[in-house]
């Protein structure tokens, strides 16, 4: 146990600050949820969802996996955004892939990494459906960050394409899918293109998308 003090340590004097700056911060926070954001991110742990668009806690939803995949497979995704749209009622959903991620790297360069092999399947799947879109550019750094960016637009659709946002459509739900990019380099996210309000548009955002990142 004594290995972990330190973070003890931290999180007493993170809730000495938050307190001193605003005293009723966490009664606030204790009572629920109400989140308008649902972030869809990659584990990477230098991309931290809240700190980069700079919300407190309870302001983001966030589910976070390996490369940023949705999958209509995958129960632990699906339920973090059934629960988001329909009992959070979230207005916005937003998948977020970053440049320099090791996931994706592997994926494109066939690196075997163990267990982990069999989810990055799904980015293999993107990386040989937008071959044509990766192979011409001249280096491998630009090659893995045009499939960054092309994962994040083809899970975006991913997300459109479930049952649980089409419900949420049908019924009139207010309900916005986007996807963005985050650089290391510089701590900026850029939009690539892909928000969405209901199916039509997010098919005509997919294809514009694509032709963009074949400039």
């Not at 637009?153 to 985050?182: C, F, M, P």
Request: proline share 3%.
């Amino acid at each position: 146990m004594r290995v972990l003090q330190p973070l003890f340590q931290n999180n007493r004097e993170w809730s000495e600050r938050i307190r001193a700056s605003d005293p009723s911060f966490f009664q606030r926070l204790s009572q629920q949820q109400s989140p308008k954001y649902l972030w869809i991110g990659c584990s990477d742990s230098r991309v931290p969802a809240n700190e980069i668009i700079g919300l407190p806690p309870g302001e983001v939803f966030v589910h976070r996996n390996v490369a940023n995949v949705v999958v209509h497979t995958d129960l632990n995704c699906l339920s973090a955004l059934q629960f988001g749209i329909d009992v959070l009622q979230v207005e916005h959903v937003m998948v977020v892939g970053h440049y320099g991620c090791s996931g994706v790297r592997a994926a494109l360069f066939q690196q075997r990494i163990g267990l982990s092999d069999n989810w990055l399947g799904h980015v293999r799947d993107v990386a040989e459906r937008h071959e044509a879109r990766i192979r011409p550019l001249a280096h491998d750094g630009e090659r893995a960050d045009r499939l960054c960016e092309l994962n994040v637009v083809e899970q975006v659709r991913n997300v459109s394409h479930t049952t649980i946002v089409r419900d949420a459509w049908e019924r009139g739900q207010k309900l916005s899918l986007h996807g963005w990019i985050y650089s290391l380099r510089d701590g900026l996210l850029r939009d690539l293109g892909v928000t969405a309000q209901n199916l039509d548009e997010c098919n005509e955002r997919y294809a514009a998308a694509l032709q963009a990142l074949e400039q």
